[in-house]
Each structure stands twice: as C-alpha cells, then as structure tokens.
C-alpha cells in the first residue's frame, strides 16, 4: 500500500492509500487499485476530519487519485456551503 498526498484545498489536505489488486479475467490478469482517502486540517494535521473507502476499482495509479482529487474536493465544497466547519468518519455518496 502507498500513501499519497493528493493535494491541498481551502484549508484540508487530501491524502490518500492506494492498495494494488490483482482481477483475473477469462485471457488473463489486470492490476486494479483500491483507494481510501481521507481528509486533515492544515492547522492541525493531527486532526483527521473524516476518512473515505472509495467503493470502486481503478486502472491506474493515476486515475484513482485524480477521482479522488475531484471528489474530496467536491466534499469540501459541499462542506463549507452547508456551514460545517468539519464531520466524523462516513462514505463518501
């Protein structure tokens, strides 16, 4: 498993743990990755606002983070238009 800092925004850093799989198919095999994310503050990055499984297998390294990149940053805009300053542990819908 790799440990990935995806990025930082409006004041969260976005990181992330790739898991690398394995998918057999009837001609052969395919590496896939398995990704959990989560979200700090900047002030404090020992505070853990709420951590992600990502329900989804991808392709590529590259591919996993840069959906996770959109989809953190989705959830902190969400975030922040409704006023919540941060949220416990959850999935992401």
């Given amino acids: 498993m790799k440990d990935h800092i995806v990025g930082r925004y409006r004041g969260y850093i976005i990181e992330a743990c790739l898991e690398p799989r394995t998918i057999r198919f009837s001609d052969g095999v395919a590496p896939r990755y398995r990704i959990t994310w989560w979200l700090r ?34 959830f902190i805009d969400a975030m922040l238009a409704d006023g919540i300053d941060h949220t416990t542990s959850g999935l992401f819908p």
Wanted: aromatic residues 8%; positive net charge.
């Fill in 41 to 74: 503050t900047r002030t404090s990055k020992q505070k853990v606002v709420g951590q992600f499984a990502d329900p989804f297998l991808y392709d590529s390294e590259s591919i996993a983070l840069t959906c996770v990149d959109r989809r953190a940053r989705a």
